[in-house]
């Protein structure tokens, strides 16, 4: 399996208030990973299409069941993706992945810093 595309960091969206301030949606890393990019098939297109979403990109990283549809993607050039998608896999070798189905936001997030 082929995990040479760079690394990602996954993220949950918390609130955060300074006393007396408007709360603020930030990204707050919770994981990070390396990744390979994948080729979103025309299947997984469709079927996204159907419910009213979009694919714009596919991930597999080494398994990691504690991310959940929800969670956001944070790429090194600072692009961030809504996670519309779990699969827990086995890669061509039988070894354990996890593939992410992303959708780019309109709009970026606030990132915590670690």
Not at 11 to 31: K, W, Y
Not at 34 to 41: I, K, M, N, P, S
Request: proline share 3%.
């Amino acid at each position: 399996m082929r995990m040479d595309d760079g690394m990602l960091t996954v993220c949950n969206l918390t609130l955060e208030a300074s006393t007396g301030n408007m709360p603020v949606e930030r990204l707050s890393p919770i994981s990070r990973h390396f990744y390979g990019a994948r080729t979103v098939g025309m299947n997984r297109q469709y079927a996204a299409m159907g419910v009213n979403e979009r694919v714009d990109m596919l991930v597999r990283i080494w398994r990691d069941r504690n991310i959940h549809i929800g969670d956001y993607v944070l790429l090194e050039d600072g692009q961030q993706y809504r996670i519309d998608q779990v699969q827990q896999v086995d890669d061509e070798h039988g070894l354990p992945a996890t593939d992410l189905s992303l959708s780019k936001l309109e709009n970026n997030y606030a990132v915590k810093s670690e």
